[in-house]
């Protein structure tokens, strides 16, 4: 690795100066970059984790949490259905658990308040360090460094790190520069600047000739593209699963979901391929989730049958309801195109 071109506290100055001014010009307007309640931002945060920010907003998401749950109150004395229900289509539901489960802690414990120390922060279930140090920026303003994928593949670049900044000792040698460059004082506008840079300009393609520091990247000329560098992923699995659609009076099968994973969600009543080996295949479709690709087969059966009769975990429910019961998104397209074509 050559010699840092932000090696010197004036350069690391220069950079956060030419950064700062392009984000203030270029600066993209956010709902949660129009408040400072902890509660939004934290919302805002987690909902972004591993989701496009397209996603998010286009779809309403956002809007629509911050509606039905307006603060820390009325989410921690939702029932988990309606928070799965809500948070539905975003996928990664363990972070609707989590917010849950915080609601539920600031309301007994903080009077309803999200305390601004950074160590009672992170010592809270759900929020680690970067959700801590977005929170204290954007809501509080206090000076911590934020490290999102964003930053992550900007300060691979900017230091030309050839190493796997996804296991130690590439972890701590990111976290490290992210510290070393943060602006003390002027933290919220940074932090959001060096993540907007990241999505904008410094994205997976970069766009080296029209980035406003360019100037202080050392890989600008070294394939930029080609970082930052991972661990070998795990390999994908391919597994089959088998589901009945089974419908009576306005009603459908449903089985609860098992597993923590997708604990209080519902799927279609699941049957071996044996079972099903006499019933014509209706439609199929594909899905993926973590490291599994899924082949879904369903067959529409009969309620009288033996096959459709409901087992442990399983119910009857009215078609009308499923827009309001947390249903997972694959069932819930496999329904949708089974009754278009009923």
């Given at each position: 690795m050559s010699s840092s071109l932000l090696q010197t506290s004036k350069q690391r100055q220069s950079f956060r100066m030419t950064l700062n001014t392009w984000f203030i010009e270029n600066r993209k307007d956010y709902p949660w970059r129009r408040t400072q309640d902890p509660y939004a931002i934290l919302v805002s945060e987690l909902m972004l984790q591993q989701t496009q920010i397209s996603t998010v907003l286009e779809r309403g998401y956002y809007t629509r949490w911050l509606e039905t749950f307006p603060d820390w109150q009325s989410l921690a004395q939702a029932p988990e259905e309606q928070v799965l229900a809500t948070w539905q289509g975003l996928g990664y539901y363990n972070r609707a658990r989590r917010l849950h489960e915080l609601a539920k802690t600031i309301v007994e414990q903080y009077q309803?308040?999200?305390?601004?120390?950074?160590?009672?922060?992170?010592?809270?279930?759900?929020i680690g360090d970067y959700t801590?140090?977005?929170?204290?920026?954007?809501?509080?303003d206090l000076a911590y460094p934020l490290v999102d994928g964003n930053v992550i593949r900007?300060?691979?670049r900017l230091y030309n790190y050839q190493e796997a900044i996804d296991k130690e000792p590439g972890k701590s040698q990111i976290w490290t520069w992210a510290a070393e460059l943060l602006d003390t004082k002027n933290a919220c506008v940074y932090n959001a600047a060096i993540m907007e840079i990241g999505q904008q300009i410094c994205k997976k393609k970069p766009q080296c000739l029209i980035c406003p520091v360019a100037d202080f990247c050392q890989a600008k000329d070294q394939q930029p593209e080609l970082l930052p560098i991972k661990k070998a992923r795990p390999k994908i699995t391919h597994i089959d699963e088998h589901a009945i659609?089974?419908?009576?009076?306005?009603?459908?099968l449903l089985a609860q979901e098992t597993g923590s994973r997708r604990k209080g969600f519902w799927k279609l009543p699941n049957r071996t391929a044996q079972a099903l080996g006499s019933h014509r295949l209706t439609l199929s479709l594909n899905y993926a989730i973590t490291r599994y690709?899924?082949?879904?087969?369903?067959?529409a059966v009969e309620s009288q049958l033996d096959i459709a009769q409901?087992?442990?975990e399983e119910k009857w429910t009215d078609i009308e309801d499923l827009d309001s019961i947390p249903l997972g998104a694959p069932y819930k397209k496999a329904i949708q195109q089974y009754l278009a074509q009923s």
């Open positions: 309803g308040q999200l305390p601004q120390d950074y160590d009672t922060l992170l010592s809270l279930k759900g801590a140090a977005a929170v204290s920026a954007f809501a509080f900007l300060l691979s659609i089974c419908m009576r009076d306005h009603q459908i690709k899924v082949e879904l087969y369903l067959y409901p087992q442990t």
